[in-house]
């Protein structure tokens, strides 16, 4: 019988639970959100701190000489200019340029790193490491991980921390200490806000949680489940396999695929880089034309949307959480892309859409309308191109 | 500046006959190579004080129009006897395959196959012609979709070419290409000898027995490398026409290497601009051809690290299961073996229970032999050894061969084992670490049915182009390759001359 995985933190997760909201999240049952709404553990992420389990992601560890230059083959990012201590976020592509998954990747030591990913990925990180003397060991079940999102994310870890995180630059790694149990500590998130992620051996994640829940509770710690985060990432501009992009290894057909370009993911695609990496006479086949598609913000006219509700004497209805649907994007009559993923951004009351655009028509400022049902109608609302992310805290990076 | 115009990676024959393609169009050529004598598998070597051997085929021959465009000074190989030694009896088919006394030799056996074995022979032939046409044009790059202009013409001569074989040949040909030998055989000839003595050529250097699909394919394969039954042999041995290229080449201002290993073609960008030698040296060029194998020039010359990962996903599974190996007597000349090619191939049963041991890697302990003399030296092919054995290791089974191949050979011809003064034995092993063969295949890949034609060496890549640009592959694993025929390096450097890869 198939059985899905729980996580080393359910005992503790699942008494919490309110609405036994329970999502699917790579094999394993985990809590969508704690309470029936989005709104408490929402709100934590963007004002207090927010205690997220991400245990399900897959992670390999990547050790030996030849460690660096598989990571450095395998993805478009120069991994030889990464220094120890640092992580990097980067999709990785197939040799036609488009993306097969996304994720980070630490540098731990000169020849250890750790790399994430949404999919399964040893098979292909084994099929590109021939030849190399590398060793690659799935460490998704042997290590437990939680996500700690929030302006005061860095207060409760130092409450908590034999080393103060106070160092510890944006899209940093270290070791640490946590209520005795040794950690390595991330700069790292999906929300977009200030955070941590927390790698810790399964076997102390009771001991973490609960020494994370009381170092937070006078600063305001939520345990959030991934509904609240699927927001905040909209928020962010941080996309998500299977929803805003699929997986060159899943797809259909060609169509289906994106480039990191496609993504608007440029900055992550290092062409200077030396030597050969999946991907690259693609890739810079399609740095020299232009992508053909982008994906950018996309931000609902309030005004416009009122006037569609005010037509049937409602006042503007807006979705409790992020939605997965795609969403058809119109310039005029013609419809000129498609949203992936929109939301209502509680923080800046605005509905915001990730969406994938033709050429021209992704450019900023562009004016465009969406679709939004409006009493089982189908009616467009006008919307503009805006630059991601849609929110960026000046706290997030400092 | 240590610089050529093009890079030949190996002094086999293919390599030999690419470089006198360039040279003669006017290209500085430089041909590296690892051992200290030219040659490859066409070589004839000294193995010990005055005795030279052909060492691991004991005869060949390049097309006919190689030899021409290259102005070759090659001796034509002697007309040679096929005789099998069966247990039904010994069948001696002479030279010219369909004289008086070889249709006797098989009516013996049988008088109906006597009365259609003429036929047989013109429709191997004209199978053989076919396939002569087919190894000269490189397949298509991107199957279904086909360059009309580059690739579409020479493909419909072909198709022409074969509509003129006759509506009948044709289907036989395109037929019998699939089957069994046992099963086109079956259809043939009623003599099991006669089968047995036409399953052992269909099988020669193929890690494939008599019962194994696409046999039909290999006995037109080696049938035109032989232009019959038999091997042609030279009476200099199998290196005449190593000398003939080398000589021609000289004359040709290029230059040859010996003791030269590639250890890596030097690549930049997705482009391979020279090579780098065992020794350090780098040696730049505009374009690397490689005679070596296509796993050994992908994986290891090239590079893992240079390729797509399905790709090399796909270059690490070409099949190379390599299971032939060489035993080479040095005889006091009183060996009472006569001239020609023998094969020692009891029966078709016989020969598929030798292919079943190397299926589970062992040593077939009843093999399949074929003989050849050469004044004093007698020359044993033996089939099969295959290159990964379950027990043991080739480091000591070597003296095993000698031993099975003489007990085989004892009841056939009784002096043999007396007049022996030396061996020395080639194992698979032997076959990889002397003479660069990857697991020992002779073929450079085996000529399976998921590996010939527009899948060799992999699909869509047999126009002799790898995925870094300037490495052009020119050996006997690509498209037209496998035995000694020279077809794959006239392909390769008429490809390149003609502006198609590269």
Same mark, same amino acid.
């Given at each position: 019988?198939?059985?899905?995985?729980?996580?080393?933190?359910?005992?503790?997760?699942?008494?919490?639970?309110?609405?036994?909201?329970?999502?699917?999240?790579?094999?394993?049952?985990?809590?969508?959100?704690?309470?029936?709404?989005? =709104?408490?553990?929402?709100?934590?992420?963007?004002?207090?701190?927010?205690?997220? *389990?991400?245990?399900?992601?897959?992670?390999?560890?990547?050790?030996?000489?030849?460690?660096?230059?598989?990571?450095?083959?395998?993805?478009?990012?120069?991994?030889?200019?990464?220094?120890?201590?640092?992580?990097?976020?980067?999709?990785?592509?197939?040799?036609?340029?488009?993306?097969?998954?996304?994720?980070?990747?630490?540098?731990?030591?000169?020849?250890?790193?750790?790399?994430?990913?949404?999919?399964?990925?040893?098979?292909?990180?084994?099929?590109?490491?021939?030849?190399?003397?590398?060793?690659?060991?799935?460490?998704?079940?042997?290590?437990?991980?939680?996500?700690?999102?929030?302006?005061?994310?860095?207060?409760?870890?130092?409450?908590?921390?034999?080393?103060?995180?106070?160092?510890?630059?944006?899209?940093?790694?270290?070791?640490?200490?946590?209520?005795?149990?040794?950690?390595?500590?991330?700069?790292?998130?999906?929300?977009?806000?200030?955070?941590?992620?927390?790698?810790?051996?399964?076997? *102390?994640?009771?001991?973490?949680?609960?020494?994370?829940?009381?170092?937070?509770?006078?600063?305001?710690?939520?345990?959030?489940?991934?509904?609240?985060?699927?927001?905040?990432?909209?928020?962010?501009?941080?996309?998500?396999?299977?929803? =805003?992009?699929?997986?060159?290894?899943?797809?259909?057909?060609?169509?289906?695929?994106?480039?990191?370009?496609?993504?608007?993911?440029?900055?992550?695609?290092?062409?200077?880089?030396?030597?050969?990496?999946?991907?690259?006479?693609?890739?810079?086949?399609?740095?020299?034309?232009?992508? @053909?598609?982008?994906?950018?913000?996309?931000?609902?006219?309030?005004?416009?949307?009122?006037?569609?509700?005010?037509?049937?004497?409602?006042?503007?209805?807006?979705?409790?959480?992020?939605?997965?649907?795609?969403?058809?994007?119109?310039?005029?009559?013609?419809?000129?892309?498609?949203?992936?993923?929109?939301?209502?951004?509680?923080?800046?009351?605005?509905?915001?859409?990730?969406?994938?655009?033709?050429?021209?028509?992704?450019?900023?400022?562009?004016?465009?309308?969406?679709?939004?049902?409006?009493?089982?109608?189908?009616?467009?609302?006008?919307?503009?191109?805006?630059?991601?992310?849609?929110?960026?805290?000046?706290?997030?990076?400092? | 500046?240590?610089?050529?115009?093009?890079?030949?990676?190996?002094?086999?024959?293919?390599?030999?006959?690419?470089?006198?393609?360039?040279?003669?169009?006017?290209?500085?050529?430089?041909?590296?190579?690892?051992?200290?004598?030219?040659?490859?598998?066409?070589?004839?070597?000294?193995?010990?004080? *005055?005795?030279?051997?052909?060492?691991?085929?004991?005869?060949?021959?390049?097309?006919?129009?190689?030899?021409?465009?290259?102005?070759?000074?090659?001796?034509?190989?002697?007309?040679?006897?096929?005789?099998?030694?069966?247990?039904?009896?010994?069948?001696?088919i002479g030279?010219t395959l369909t004289d008086a006394a070889s249709i006797e030799s098989i009516r013996?056996?049988s008088a109906a196959d006597a009365t259609r074995w003429p036929e047989f022979v013109a429709f191997m032939n004209s199978?053989?012609?076919?396939?002569?046409?087919?190894?000269?044009?490189?397949?298509?790059?991107?199957?279904?979709?086909?360059?009309?202009?580059?690739?579409?013409?020479?493909?419909?001569?072909?198709?022409?070419?074969?509509?003129?074989?006759?509506?009948?040949d044709?289907?036989?040909?395109?037929?019998?290409?699939?089957?069994?030998?046992?099963?086109?055989?079956?259809?043939w000839f009623?003599?099991?000898?006669l089968?047995?003595?036409?399953?052992?050529?269909?099988?020669?250097?193929?890690?494939?027995?008599?019962?194994?699909?696409?046999?039909?394919?290999?006995?037109?394969?080696?049938?035109?490398?032989?232009?019959g039954l038999?091997?042609?042999?030279?009476?200099?041995?199998?290196?005449?026409?190593?000398?003939?290229?080398?000589?021609?080449?000289?004359?040709?201002?290029?230059?040859?290497?010996?003791?030269?290993?590639?250890?890596?073609?030097?690549?930049?960008?997705?482009?391979?601009?020279?090579?780098?030698?065992?020794?350090?040296?780098?040696?730049?060029? @505009?374009?690397?051809?490689?005679?070596?194998?296509?796993?050994?020039?992908?994986?290891?010359?090239?590079?893992?690290?240079?390729?797509?990962?399905?790709?090399?996903?796909?270059?690490?599974?070409?099949?190379?299961?390599?299971?032939?190996?060489?035993?080479?007597?040095?005889?006091?000349?009183?060996?009472?073996?006569?001239?020609?090619?023998?094969?020692?191939?009891?029966?078709?049963?016989?020969?598929?229970?030798?292919?079943?041991?190397?299926?589970?890697?062992?040593?077939?302990?009843?093999?399949?032999?074929?003989?050849?003399?050469?004044?004093?030296?007698?020359?044993?092919?033996?089939?099969?050894?295959?290159?990964?054995?379950?027990?043991? =290791?080739?480091?000591?089974?070597?003296?095993?061969?000698?031993?099975?191949?003489?007990?085989?050979?004892?009841?056939?011809?009784?002096?043999?084992?007396?007049?022996?003064?030396?061996?020395?034995?080639?194992?698979?092993?032997?076959?990889?670490?002397?003479?660069?063969?990857?697991?020992?295949?002779?073929?450079?890949?085996?000529?399976?049915? *998921?590996?010939?034609?527009?899948?060799?060496?992999?699909?869509?890549?047999?126009?002799?182009?790898?995925?870094?640009?300037?490495?052009?592959?020119?050996?006997?694993?690509?498209?037209?390759?496998?035995?000694?025929?020279?077809?794959?390096?006239?392909?390769?450097?008429?490809?390149?001359?003609?502006?198609?890869?590269?």
């Open positions: 019988m198939l059985q899905l995985k729980r996580t080393p933190f359910h005992e503790r997760t699942s008494a919490l639970s309110q609405a036994q909201n329970w999502r699917r999240w790579a094999g394993h049952i985990v809590l969508g959100s704690y309470d029936l709404g989005l =709104d408490r553990e929402y709100w934590g992420i963007r004002n207090a701190a927010a205690l997220i *389990d991400i245990s399900p992601l897959l992670k390999y560890r990547i050790t030996g000489p030849d460690a660096a230059a598989l990571l450095h083959r395998v993805t478009p990012r120069d991994i030889h200019r990464m220094s120890v201590g640092q992580v990097g976020y980067t999709g990785w592509c197939d040799e036609e340029g488009k993306l097969v998954d996304d994720g980070t990747i630490a540098r731990i030591g000169q020849e250890d790193f750790r790399m994430t990913s949404a999919e399964p990925s040893l098979r292909w990180l084994e099929m590109n490491a021939g030849g190399m003397d590398v060793r690659i060991v799935e460490e998704s079940d042997a290590l437990a991980a939680l996500s700690l999102q929030g302006p005061n994310s860095r207060r409760v870890l130092n409450a908590c921390c034999e080393t103060s995180l106070d160092g510890l630059k944006y899209f940093r790694v270290a070791d640490n200490t946590l209520a005795g149990c040794k950690v390595q500590i991330s700069r790292t998130g999906y929300t977009g806000d200030l955070g941590y992620e927390i790698w810790l051996q399964p076997e *102390d994640a009771l001991t973490v949680w609960d020494a994370l829940l009381a170092a937070g509770h006078n600063y305001g710690i939520v345990p959030c489940g991934i509904l609240a985060m699927d927001m905040a990432r909209v928020e962010a501009g941080l996309v998500m396999l299977d929803v =805003d992009y699929t997986s060159s290894h899943a797809a259909w057909i060609d169509s289906q695929k994106s480039s990191p370009y496609e993504l608007g993911l440029d900055w992550s695609v290092h062409l200077d880089k030396e030597g050969y990496f999946v991907g690259r006479e693609a890739l810079e086949r399609e740095h020299r034309d232009g992508p @053909a598609w982008k994906m950018v913000g996309v931000e609902v006219d309030w005004e416009g949307m009122e006037k569609l509700y005010a037509a049937v004497g409602l006042p503007p209805q807006i979705p409790a959480m992020a939605v997965r649907g795609s969403l058809p994007i119109y310039n005029g009559t013609t419809q000129v892309g498609y949203a992936s993923t929109s939301t209502w951004s509680p923080v800046l009351k605005k509905y915001i859409a990730l969406a994938h655009l033709q050429r021209p028509y992704y450019q900023t400022g562009t004016a465009l309308s969406i679709e939004v049902t409006v009493e089982h109608h189908r009616r467009t609302a006008p919307a503009r191109v805006v630059k991601l992310p849609f929110y960026e805290p000046e706290w997030k990076k400092k | 500046m240590n610089s050529y115009d093009a890079i030949v990676i190996g002094a086999g024959h293919n390599g030999l006959v690419t470089a006198n393609y360039l040279a003669r169009a006017g290209k500085r050529v430089l041909v590296l190579e690892r051992r200290a004598i030219p040659g490859g598998q066409a070589v004839t070597e000294s193995f010990g004080e *005055d005795w030279t051997v052909d060492s691991l085929h004991a005869g060949g021959m390049l097309r006919p129009d190689i030899v021409r465009d290259l102005g070759l000074n090659i001796p034509a190989p002697a007309p040679q006897a096929f005789t099998a030694h069966t247990d039904q009896g010994v069948l001696r030279p013996a056996f199978c053989a012609q076919m396939l002569d046409a087919v190894y000269a044009v490189p397949m298509p790059r991107e199957l279904p979709h086909v360059d009309l202009r580059r690739e579409g013409l020479p493909m419909a001569k072909l198709a022409l070419r074969l509509r003129r074989m006759g509506k009948r044709m289907f036989r040909f395109i037929r019998a290409l699939p089957m069994t030998s046992l099963e086109l055989f079956e259809e009623e003599s099991v000898a089968r047995a003595a036409l399953a052992s050529v269909a099988i020669h250097g193929h890690t494939l027995g008599p019962m194994s699909a696409g046999t039909g394919y290999t006995l037109m394969h080696n049938w035109l490398n032989r232009g038999a091997a042609p042999q030279h009476a200099a041995g199998t290196g005449s026409i190593v000398r003939a290229l080398t000589e021609a080449l000289l004359a040709a201002r290029g230059e040859i290497r010996t003791g030269s290993a590639v250890q890596k073609v030097l690549i930049e960008r997705s482009r391979a601009v020279g090579v780098r030698l065992a020794s350090g040296e780098e040696i730049r060029a @505009a374009v690397v051809f490689s005679g070596a194998d296509p796993r050994h020039t992908l994986l290891a010359l090239a590079g893992e690290r240079e390729l797509a990962p399905e790709f090399s996903w796909h270059a690490r599974n070409i099949k190379m299961r390599g299971a032939v190996a060489k035993v080479h007597f040095r005889t006091d000349g009183r060996h009472g073996i006569a001239a020609g090619t023998h094969a020692v191939a009891a029966s078709l049963k016989h020969m598929e229970r030798a292919y079943d041991a190397s299926k589970y890697h062992e040593i077939a302990t009843a093999p399949y032999l074929e003989v050849s003399t050469r004044g004093e030296t007698v020359s044993v092919h033996f089939q099969y050894a295959p290159y990964k054995l379950k027990s043991g =290791d080739w480091a000591s089974e070597g003296k095993r061969l000698e031993e099975i191949a003489l007990a085989t050979l004892a009841p056939l011809f009784p002096a043999l084992a007396a007049s022996v003064r030396g061996s020395r034995v080639l194992t698979p092993m032997d076959l990889e670490r002397e003479y660069g063969l990857t697991e020992g295949d002779v073929n450079h890949g085996q000529l399976a049915m *998921d590996q010939f034609f527009f899948m060799r060496p992999l699909p869509n890549w047999s126009d002799h182009r790898t995925p870094i640009a300037g490495l052009v592959l020119c050996g006997s694993g690509v498209h037209g390759g496998g035995g000694i025929s020279g077809a794959t390096g006239r392909n390769a450097a008429k490809q390149y001359l003609g502006g198609r890869v590269g």
